[in-house]
């Protein structure tokens, strides 16, 4: 990732950039799109919200990561309690890094460009550990995660309107190299 240069991205100013991004790797409906440009907005406004970019030398973004320490209030937050609940693991809603979104351009994957968007946030996070949800399959994500030392705390964690259940995972910060 020689061109490629990881920081702090003002996300609200850039956030058509990065839903693009998110589109194309994660496959975003149009509609899909509008809704979470709301959502991202909004989380923006979050005590502790950060984002960091992955752009080009001529200022192309290809990669991003957000995240913010995870409040039990928040709607992610109130639907994955109960599955933490049931497997012994709620209390790491507390005092963790939750990451919100996470996604290279297909073009631009393979090239530890996820790795190190994830590694850095989390390195300048207070919390103690970092918690996120993935789609609950086989996928690059879970393997990245898997190498960072995310552990599985729950699964197949259905979230309204997601059609594919997810698997939530937890990691002791720093990240693993
Ligand atoms: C997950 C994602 C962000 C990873 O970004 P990336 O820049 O391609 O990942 P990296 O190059 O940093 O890869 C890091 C590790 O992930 C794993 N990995 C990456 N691509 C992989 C693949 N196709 N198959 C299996 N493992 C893969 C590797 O183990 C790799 O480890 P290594 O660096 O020791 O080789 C990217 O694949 C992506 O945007 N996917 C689609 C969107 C998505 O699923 N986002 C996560 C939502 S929870």
């Known amino acids: ?23 194309v790797a994660f496959g975003l409906s149009a509609e899909e799109v509008g809704v979470r440009r709301h959502i991202v907005l909004r989380h923006l406004t979050c005590p502790g919200a950060r984002a960091l970019g992955a752009t080009t030398g001529d ?3 290809v990669g991003f990561v957000y995240g913010m320490p995870n409040d039990r209030a928040h709607w992610w937050s109130t639907i994955v309690e109960p599955y933490l609940r049931a ?30 968007l994830i590694t850095s946030i989390t390195a300048d996070a ?6 996120l949800s993935a789609v609950d399959r086989e996928s690059p994500a879970r393997a990245l ?33």
Request: without cysteine; proline residues 7%.
């Open 126 to 131: 207070d919390e103690p550990r970092s918690i």
């Open 87 to 116: 497997t012994g693991y709620e209390n790491w809603l507390d005092d963790s890094f939750v990451i919100t979104e996470l996604h290279v351009h297909p073009a631009f994957q393979n090239r530890r460009i996820g790795r190190t």
């Open 59 to 61: 200022g192309r973004l």
């Open 1 to 23: 990732m020689d061109d490629i240069a990881v920081g702090p991205l003002d996300l609200a100013a850039r956030v058509d950039d990065a839903l693009a991004v998110q589109a």
């Open 145 to 177: 995660y898997r190498k960072l030392g995310y552990q599985d705390l729950a699964r197949q964690v259905h979230f309204p309107s997601a059609p594919m259940p997810y698997a939530v995972m937890g990691a002791k910060l720093p990240l693993l190299g």
